[in-house]
């Protein structure tokens, strides 16, 4: 099968026609229909996750069509439209069987623990925990943009950080995740502040139903300016970009027992981020983690797109080539066109 392939970290990749997967005896292998871009995927590529084995094939959201099926697989068959978390869980375990497979002592991701979607094809262990069946009227395209940044924000918004109607809701950082996190906080009633350095995102913000933008490079005090918009600070607020300035900024900005959600991924030399713990404890804030989602959750953010209320095509940015996406993913540090960059040729 033909695939995207590093064989050493910040080097250039290349397409290599590779050997395709055979699915294990409770597994599946997966025709790839489309794959998102995603900056995880470049925090992989650069070294920042310890546990990727070279030579590596990254991607970790995708949808598309089940191919073959391992022996013990109970509820899958080939020709199955399906994608998944990017956290699998084991299925056997205590945190499996509490249900939070997101935090399964003995999780994998594809794309990092095991070779990913930006292949042709793609085998998931232990299929009858982690794969989601997809809406027939859904596009791959739209699938794949769900599969990391909008199931993550679905997790974070609603089961993370409990957001009800009313509240005020900062989200900093208008990448995919943010984006995303802005269109699930404003169908559950919040009023959102976004806050990004782009204009052209801050633009995409506002038609994910954002009520104010902040422009973090042209405000004096973007802390400050939250506050003032939501009348004394955030009820929740989300650091959706990952870096110690935003952190800090998202619980800065945290009215009285407010709550700061941190989804972005924090890695190498920003994974020791300075936190404001005097206001934490003075102020009786929450900080929470959250990762990934459960394939058992799907059912509820697809009833919501199904009714109207989540519209996740609004996200898609461009639609590439397998060769294209080299590029993009070598280049997902930098601030390159808002919405969901997706891959669609194979």
């Known amino acids: 099968m033909k695939a995207v392939v590093y064989e050493a970290f910040n080097e250039m990749p290349g397409i290599q026609n590779v050997a395709s997967p055979d699915p294990t005896p409770l597994g599946v292998v997966i025709k790839v229909m ?17 546990g990727i084995e070279l030579p590596h094939v990254p991607g970790h959201e995708f949808a598309g069509i089940v191919e073959a099926v391992g022996k013990d697989v109970k509820k899958w068959k080939a020709g199955d439209r399906v994608t998944v978390p990017f956290v699998g869980g084991c299925g ?23 070779w990913g979607s930006f292949a042709e ?22 699938a794949a943009s769900l599969g990391c940044r909008f199931v993550t924000s679905f997790r974070a918004v609603v089961d993370q950080g409990g957001v009800k109607p009313g509240q005020w809701v900062a989200v900093h950082g208008c990448g995919g995740v943010g984006l ?7 169908a559950m009633g919040a009023q959102v502040v976004a806050v990004d350095i782009s204009e052209d995102a801050l633009e995409m913000a506002k038609s994910m139903g954002a009520a104010a933008v902040v422009n973090g490079a042209t405000s004096p005090n973007a802390v400050k300016e939250i506050r003032a918009i939501t009348g004394g600070g955030a009820h929740v607020s989300l650091d959706a970009l990952g870096h110690p300035l935003t952190c800090n900024n998202s619980i800065s900005c945290l009215r009285k027992q407010g709550r700061h959600v941190q989804v972005g991924l924090l890695l190498g030399e920003q994974r020791k981020p300075s936190i404001p ?10 900080i929470v983690g959250s990762h990934g989602i459960q394939a058992h ?10 009714s109207g209320k989540l519209t996740p095509e609004q996200l898609l940015g461009r639609q590439i080539s397998l060769e294209e996406s080299i590029e993009a993913l070598v280049t997902m540090d930098q ?8 891959v669609t040729k194979f």
Not at 277 to 286: G, K, P, T, W
Not at 297 to 306: E, G, I, L, N, P
Request: net charge negative; hydrophobic share 40%; charged share 15%.
């Open 34 to 50: 489309a794959t998102g871009v995603c900056r995880s995927d470049w925090h992989g590529w650069v070294g920042h996750d310890h």
């Open 92 to 114: 056997s375990c205590p945190d499996c069987a509490g249900g939070n497979q997101q935090v399964c002592s003995n999780q994998f991701q594809p794309g990092f623990g095991s």
């Open 121 to 142: 094809y793609v085998m998931i262990n232990f299929a009858d925990t982690n794969l989601v069946p997809l809406p027939e009227d859904m596009e791959f395209a739209t």
């Open 180 to 186: 995303s996190a802005i269109m699930i906080a404003n």
């Open 277 to 286: 713990m005097a206001r934490v404890i003075a102020f009786e804030l929450e």
């Open 297 to 306: 959750r799907y059912d509820d953010m697809f009833a919501m797109v199904k």
């Open 335 to 342: 601030f390159t066109s808002p919405g969901v960059t997706v």
